[in-house]
């Protein structure tokens, strides 16, 4: 990756399905045709990392009053997470305006862009950049 890129995720929420279920199957054809038209543009420039689309079903695993584990997310939440992109951009500027440019938006999906970092919240309380403190990565 160019060193003035950083990833970005995109994480793209689907607030209003039900958008699709008047389209016509040419319709929904087409639509899905400008899609990939944008993923497979993001893939000439070099922007697009991975990405997938993800299942309605799944399940969420807490620890809140005990380890526990239930079915979910479910379809009846008001967003559902559809599915995510790891993109490169210069800033959060750059990346903000490739989601800008996604398709779907008019249908009610909405784009969350959020910077990719090197540690989760526990690690940066330790002043680490990493998910590893600096004298284990040069064990």
């Known amino acids: 990756m160019n ?3 950083s990833a970005y995720m995109l994480i793209f929420r689907e607030s209003t399905p039900e958008a699709y279920e008047d389209l016509s199957k040419e319709q929904k054809k087409e639509q899905l045709g400008r ?4 993923c497979d543009e993001l893939a000439a420039q070099g922007r697009m990392q991975h990405g ?3 299942g ?3 399940r969420v695993v807490s620890a809140g009053s005990g380890r526990r584990t239930i079915d979910g997310p479910f379809a009846e939440a008001k967003e559902m997470v559809g ?5 490169t951009a210069r800033d959060l500027d750059e990346a903000s305006a490739i989601a800008e ?4 938006l008019p249908f009610g999906m909405t784009v969350e862009v959020r910077p990719v970092a090197g540690g989760c919240h ?3 309380s ?4 990493t998910m590893r403190e600096a004298s284990s990565l040069e064990a």
């Open 83 to 87: 599915g995510y992109f790891i993109v």
């Open 52 to 54: 997938h689309p993800l």
């Open 122 to 124: 526990l690690a940066q």
């Open 35 to 38: 899609w990939n038209a944008w």
């Open 3 to 5: 060193s003035n890129l």
């Open 56 to 58: 309605s079903g799944g």
């Open 126 to 129: 330790l002043g680490w950049t």
């Open 101 to 104: 440019d996604c398709p779907l």
